[in-house]
C-alpha cells in the first residue's frame, strides 16, 4: 500500500515578528529538507473503521494515536475534500524527534495527504494539495515543498531559494521535546517592552545558498527563538558551545527547539561531531543527515517499511 516518505525541516534562518491580533506571529525563515524521514503507509479499512494509526520507529515517545495526531487530521480533511469516508489504517514510522523543533507532525501530515491521494486514487492537483496542507499547519507546505525555501506569513507562504551543494548536518536531540507554543510565550515575555521590526531574512544567507558556500551559510545562521528556547532549558547552551568547541561551521536551535543543528564541513567532520555530542552526554541521542533533499514522495516498498 501506497508508503509516503517526508523530511524533516531545519530552519537556517528563523526571523520572528511581535505578537498579531490574530494570535500569531509573523515569520521570516529559511527552511531546508533534510534527509531524517518519517514514513507514513496508508492502508484500507473497513467501511466505518474511521482513521487508525500504528506507531513505529525510534521516536514515538508522546505521539498521540487519535484524532489529536496531525496525520488523522489530514485524513479526514483529505476524505471531506473527496466526499467519501476517512476510513484508512496508517502506519507511521518516526525518525523525526517529538516536539523537537523539527516539524515532525507536520511531515506525517504532509505524508498522509499523500499516501492517502494514493490510495484513494483522487490525483488530487498539486496546487488544492498545498491549500490542504496549509489548513492543517504553518509547517504542512514546506513538507510537501522540500528542498530550500522562504517562509512568510506564518512560514506557510512558500517561495523556493535557490542553493547549490550538499550541506552535512548533525543534530543533538534532546532527551524531552519543548512545547512550541511555551516557547513563542517565552519569547514574548523577554522582549517585552521592545521596539520589533518586521521580521526579515538577510542577504547574506541567500547569497551563500545561492553559491554553495556552506561556511558561510554556517556564519548566516539564525533563529530568534534560540534564546527562548535556551532559557527554557538552559542546558542547550552546553550543546551549543560543543558545537563551537568542535568546529561546526554554523551552529543553532532548530525551530523552537530543543535540537541542536550543527552544521559539519562534510561528512567525515559530521562523524567527529556526532561522536563529540555522544561523549559529552549534554543529549539523548544523535542522528546526521544532509541536506537539501525532496519534500513528501511516494516511495517503493521496498525501502524502509512503515
Ligand atoms: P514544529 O517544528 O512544527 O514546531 P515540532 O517538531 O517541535 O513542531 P512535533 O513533533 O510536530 O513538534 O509535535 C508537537 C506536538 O504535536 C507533540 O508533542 C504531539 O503532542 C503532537 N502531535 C500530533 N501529531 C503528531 C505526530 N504525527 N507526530 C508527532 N507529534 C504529533
Redesign the pocket.
Known amino acids: 500500500m501506497p508508503i509516503a516518505r517526508v523530511p524533516?525541516?531545519v530552519n537556517l534562518a528563523l526571523s520572528v515578528g511581535g505578537l498579531g491580533g490574530d494570535g500569531y506571529h509573523p515569520l521570516a525563515t529559511v527552511f531546508q529538507a533534510v534527509s531524517l524521514y518519517?514514513h507514513v503507509e496508508a492502508n484500507p479499512a473497513a467501511p466505518g473503521a474511521g482513521v487508525s494509526?500504528a506507531l513505529a520507529g525510534p521516536?514515538t515517545a508522546?505521539?498521540?494515536t487519535g484524532l489529536?495526531?496531525?496525520?488523522?487530521?489530514a485524513v479526514d480533511l483529505l476524505a471531506a475534500e473527496a466526499g467519501r469516508a476517512p476510513d484508512v489504517a496508517l502506519r507511521?514510522r518516526?525518525e523525526?524527534?517529538?516536539?523537537?523543533?523539527?516539524?515532525?507532525?507536520?511531515?506525517?501530515?504532509a505524508g498522509a495527504l499523500l499516501a492517502c491521494d494514493a490510495l484513494w486514487g483522487l490525483r488530487t492537483p498539486r496546487d488544492r494539495l498545498f491549500e490542504l496542507a496549509a489548513e492543517l499547519?504553518?509547517?504542512v507546505p514546506f513538507a510537501l515543498l522540500g528542498g530550500t525555501a522562504l517562509g512568510r506569513g506564518r512560514g506557510d507562504r512558500l517561495t523556493p531559494v535557490l542553493s547549490q551543494g550538499t550541506y552535512h548536518w548533525v543534530f543533538a536531540i534532546a532527551d524531552s521535546?519543548?512545547?512550541?507554543p511555551a516557547?513563542y510565550r517565552e519569547i514574548d515575555r523577554l522582549r517585552e517592552g521592545s521596539v520589533l521590526t518586521e521580521p526579515g531574512v538577510g542577504d547574506r544567507l541567500l547569497v551563500a545558498l545561492r553559491r554553495g558556500d556552506a561556511e558561510a551559510v554556517g556564519a548566516a545562521l539564525s533563529n530568534d527563538l534560540q534564546r527562548a528556547a535556551v532559557s527554557l532549558r538552559p542546558k542547550l547552551q552546553m550543546t551549543l558551545e560543543i558545537a563551537e568547541e568542535y568546529g561546526a561551521l554554523g551552529w543553532l536551535v532548530?525551530?523552537?527547539?530543543p535540537?541542536v543543528a550543527a552544521l559539519a564541513r562534510d561528512e567525515e567532520h559530521s562523524l567527529d561531531l556526532a561522536v563529540a555530542f555522544t561523549a559529552s552526554g549534554v543529549c539523548r541521542t544523535v542522528a546526521r543527515a544532509t541536506g537539501a533533499v525532496p519534500g513528501a514522495r511516494i516511495v517503493p516498498a521496498a525501502g524502509p517499511r512503515a
Open positions: 524533516a525541516k518519517d494509526i521516536e508522546g505521539v498521540p489529536e495526531n496531525l496525520a488523522a487530521r507511521i518516526k523525526i524527534p517529538v516536539a523537537g523543533g523539527m516539524a515532525g507532525g507536520s511531515a506525517d501530515a499547519g504553518a509547517d521535546g519543548l512545547s512550541t516557547v532548530s525551530g523552537s527547539g535540537t
